[in-house]
Nanobody, 124 residues
């Protein structure tokens, strides 16, 4: 069992930056690929970024590539999402995810554990 708690969301102006954190509990945390999804009002939950258990491979949605960076610190049981050059269309609830597998990470059905979400609002 893995519990995930996100933090770091908030209100920021377009062009600004935020760093989200996801603190995980559970002895097997470091064995999971981890990721971030987001969901805007009236829209489906969509993939943002993912990182393998070792941190050696990262994956990004085209919409955030070059602006967002995912990383993890297994010693701290924490995964991060650094978000730069934020746009109003990045406004959403951001969810941390732990996967049960290491393939198809863009698919939310592959997620084994979800966090409760943190709101990110980007004003124009």
């Amino acid at each position: 069992q893995v519990q995930l708690v996100e933090s770091g969301g908030g209100l920021v102006q377009a062009g600004g930056s935020l760093r989200l954190s996801c603190a995980a509990s559970g002895r097997t945390y470091s064995r999971y690929a981890m990721g971030w999804f987001r969901q805007a009002p009236g829209k489906e939950r969509e993939f943002v970024a993912a990182i393998t258990w070792s941190g050696g491979n990262t994956y990004y949605a085209d919409s955030v590539k070059g602006r967002f960076t995912i990383s993890r610190d297994n010693a701290k049981n924490t995964v991060y999402l650094q978000m730069n050059s934020l746009k109003p269309e990045d406004t959403a609830v951001y969810y941390c995810a732990a996967y049960g597998i290491t393939a198809g990470l863009e698919d939310p059905r592959r997620v084994k554990y979800w966090g409760q979400g943190t709101q990110v609002t980007v004003s124009s």
